[in-house]
Every structure is written in C-alpha cells, then in structure tokens.
C-alpha cells in the first residue's frame, strides 16, 4: 500500500491524535534525535500538520514538522523527502528534511512521524513584478524536468475522482452543507463533475510528473530569490498544475503573467499548450477538495476556531454562487500564451 488516509471515511469520534503533542513531547523528540533543544518552542502556522520552530544550544534553531497521524504512510513519506533531496542535489532551491548521520530524514517519537528542516526566511514572491515570475518559471522548468525523470510509486495522483467524487461524496454523507443549500449544491456540483468529466476525458494523454502539488505563493518564501517549502502535497499531475496558482486577477492580467512565466520555464523544459484548458478545471477541483478537506480535520480540535465560518449558511452560499462561476469558466476558451 502506498498511501495510508482516512480522507473518506467519517471523522473519528472522541479525543484527536495531536491532543497528546504537548510542548514537552516536542522537544523530547527532537532531543532524542540528537538536538540539544534550549526550551524555545514556536508553534508556526500550519493546520493540516503541526509544525513548529525550535531553539538549539549554541546553534540555529530548526524547524519540525510532526505529520498527521494517518494521512500519509511511511513509505510515501520517504517519497516526499527522496524527491526534495533529488532536487536540492540538482541545486534547486528546495527546503529539504536534514538527514541524521545513518541518512535517516524520518524520525519518530511518542507515535509520532516527524522530520526536522533548517530554519528558512522570507516573504512571498511579488507576483506582479515580471522578473519574480521569470524566475519562478525558470526554476519550475528545472524542478519539472527532474520529475519527469522517473515516477512515484507511493504517492498518489491529482485525480478528478479523489478531488471531485470523493470531496462532494463525503459532504454530502456527513451533512455539512446546510439542508436548505443542499439541492442547489447537489446541483451545481454534479452539472459541474459531469463537464469535468469531459474535459479530463478529451485532456487524458497529456502527460504527468512528479509535481511539487501545491505551489501556491504561500509556500514560495523570498530572499535572495525563492525558496519552495513543503513538498507535502506532491504528487503526479500535469505540468500546468503548479503554475496556474502563480496567475491572478482579470483574464488579461492572466494571459499576461503566463507569458512570462512561460518564457523562462521553457528554457529549460518544453511546455504542451494544450494543459492550459486545464486551469479552471483544476481551479474547480481545489475548490472542491478544499471544502472536503475542511470537513475531513473538522474533528481536529485547531479547526473549528480557525475556520468558525465553515458551518455557516454564507459559506455554502458563496461556494455554490462560486462554483456556478467555474460552470462559465469552463466553457470559455483556455488563456492564451501569448
């Protein structure tokens, strides 16, 4: 088995898993993995794993990331760390996990998964300006070039079926779209699967590597020029995948910033034009597996205080009015390169 989760079956009942990562389990493992912690402890934000800066005598503090119990298996874990150091050998910028002095980058305390990574700073990436997006593109190219050196075996695929299907199946199963939204959702969602269905039909031999997964400019830090940081979504997908998340605004605005973005990524990989149809697709499909995902850690106690607007009737009403929009997007032509 590759991937262990708990995505599609209803959230457990009773006390969660990280209840039991207190302060002093956190520095207990990292103490135990060879770090002579000094008892400064940050919680950094992060909600689907907990991730935390550490101080260190007479040294730099660290950051560890304990991953959440059951979602991934060990051996896909591997996978994510395998390919950041790939990368971070090819010098790419890639914030990979620090290796103990047997090679070991996936530790374990108290039941717990963890790895430790050095400590890096930075701000997002100033999209507007073209020589970020250059750059970007240029790195992008590189990073796609080495995963389409060879395949995961552990780790899953971005598919219409995990983020689409499932997402919209496990709402639905478990109530958490209110009674009174419920048709119109059912609705839109399944007039908005049935052209997904066709689009990823007539797009099936477009080819697919291992991706970064979620290049969003959030996990893109700025200094010096950029870093990528959490592989933790990586997965097999299209190219086009992490590169539409670096567009916005107006479709011109768009057109715009993919033209350079696309300028320096294909000096260093070939791009198929074709994957552009592709964006508001998988734009529809984060849209809906951010929901789902919402509702699959809603018993992680983190969640509801973070997220209080989830339950609310303005939430679902904003999603519905939100994916009737990507229902037009999706009969419109892709962006054009330009």
């Given at each position: 088995m590759g991937i262990v989760t708990s995505d599609t079956s209803q959230p457990p009942s009773g006390g969660h898993p990280y209840d039991r990562l207190l302060p002093g389990t956190v520095l207990d493992a990292l103490d135990g993995a060879g770090y002579i912690t000094d008892g400064r402890l940050l919680a950094l934000n992060s909600y689907e794993n907990r991730v935390y800066q550490v101080g260190i005598e007479g040294g730099a503090p660290v950051v560890a990331k304990f991953y959440r119990p059951g979602r991934w298996s060990r051996a896909a874990i591997l996978e994510e760390h395998a390919f950041a150091a790939e990368l971070d050998q090819h010098e790419l910028p890639v914030i990979a996990p620090l290796a103990d002095a047997s090679g070991t980058s996936l530790l374990e305390h108290a039941g717990f998964l963890f790895a430790v990574y050095p400590r890096q700073g930075g701000r997002a990436p100033e999209l507007d300006r073209p020589e970020h997006l250059a750059q970007l593109g240029r790195l992008l190219g590189r990073l796609h070039g080495i995963g389409a050196s060879r395949r995961f075996r552990h780790?899953?695929?971005?598919?219409?079926q995990d983020f689409g299907h499932d997402a919209v199946a496990f709402l639905l199963a478990h109530e958490f779209v209110p009674p009174e939204l419920r048709p119109a959702y059912e609705s839109v969602t399944a007039h908005l699967l049935a052209k997904l269905e066709a689009l990823f039909a007539r797009t099936a031999d477009l080819a697919t590597l291992r991706l970064h997964g979620d290049c969003h400019p959030g996990n893109i830090l700025w200094r010096d020029g950029p870093h990528f940081v959490d592989l933790d979504d990586a997965r097999s997908g299209p190219a086009v995948q992490d590169l539409w998340m670096l567009l916005s605004g107006p479709r011109a605005d768009m057109e715009s910033q993919l033209a350079v973005l696309l300028e320096g990524y294909t000096q260093f990989r070939d791009f198929d034009p074709r994957e552009l149809q592709l964006i508001e697709g998988l734009r529809s499909l984060?849209?809906?597996?951010?929901?789902?995902?919402?509702?699959?850690?809603?018993?992680?106690?983190?969640?509801p205080p973070s997220f209080p607007w989830f339950r609310l009737p303005r939430y679902w009403e904003d999603q519905i009015l939100a994916l009737r929009e990507q229902l037009a997007l999706l009969d419109e032509p892709p962006l054009a390169w330009i």
């Open positions: 780790r899953p695929a971005l598919t219409l984060r849209m809906l597996h951010h929901s789902a995902w919402l509702a699959r850690r809603w018993d992680d106690p983190a969640f």
